[in-house]
């Protein structure tokens, strides 16, 4: 399976604009045999937090129709990293998939807000676990993102479900790129799972965003990794790693739930 990822600065508080360049990246960047394109967290406004109660999606009506629209015409399924989205006069930080039929596939509300930038002022926590979900593949995958990623308790359960993949999208800061790539890392390998991580980079006046968007295979190995540049990656993964690294090393048939507290 192809995965493609979109690594790209996320313009503040200018949804017209990241529009345009997700677009443009579909019609130029795009690969062929690409299966899957992943995009970053937040990418339809960034983290201009003060302006989103504003300037936030409403029930991902705008946010939906633009991935599934482009799903249908590349025919892909999108991880849509997330997006800045209200509810009931809330905002979330939501992420979500789309097939290439044009389908809603998975919906996800982070859980875990940074204290470090202010998001508990801003945003609604979410109130779920992220769920196991099926590509077009047949691949079991689940998506988390970024502040989520300190969290291994947060992949665990849709691992244990099954889960090939985990998609982590991320708006991660320069200042903790060590903690990114070895918590991916970790993540792979407790896990025995793919990791497909994609960050955003640039400056947004704010906060420098790291980059290094990559790809992990189940042995933690990084198959490919980016800079902190506006690129794309696309990698071939072999989805049946997934099981020999399972029977190799059986975690899940370890675990011993009882004894832990």
């Known amino acids: 399976m192809k995965i493609q990822i979109f690594q790209f600065y996320v313009e503040y508080g200018n949804v017209e604009k990241n529009e345009q360049k997700i677009s443009e990246w579909f019609n130029t960047q795009l690969d062929a ?53 209200k509810r009931n006069n809330k905002v979330y930080n939501t992420a979500f998939t789309v097939s290439k039929e044009g389908r809603r596939i998975n919906k996800y509300d982070k859980v875990h807000l940074v204290p470090m930038l202010n998001e508990p002022e801003f945003l609604e926590d979410g109130k779920t676990v992220p769920e196991p979900f099926t590509l077009s593949s047949g691949a079991l995958a689940t998506q988390i ?43 792979a390998i407790e896990n025995d799972i793919f990791i497909v991580a994609c960050n955003g980079t640039g400056h947004d006046g704010n906060t420098e965003y790291a980059g290094h968007s990559m790809v992990i295979n189940p042995n933690g190995d990084i198959l490919d990794e980016l800079n902190r540049e506006e690129d794309t990656i696309s990698v071939d993964i072999n989805i049946q790693e997934v099981s020999r690294q399972r029977d ?14």
């Open 33 to 85: 045999d690409t299966e899957v394109v992943v995009l970053p967290e937040m990418w339809n406004n960034g983290y201009a937090l003060e302006k989103l109660n504003e300037k936030a999606d409403q029930a991902l009506s705008r946010s939906f129709p633009f991935i599934s629209n482009l799903a249908q015409t590349y025919q892909v399924d999108i991880v849509a990293g997330s997006v800045s989205n």
């Open 145 to 187: 993102i970024c502040y989520d990623l300190r969290f291994p308790e947060l992949l665990r359960y849709p691992s244990r479900e099954g889960a090939q993949i985990a998609f982590y999208v991320a708006e991660w800061p320069t200042s903790r790129l060590n903690h990114w790539r070895s918590l991916l890392q970790a993540r």
């Open 248 to 261: 190799a090393i059986p975690i899940f048939r370890n675990l011993k739930p009882h004894l832990y507290k």
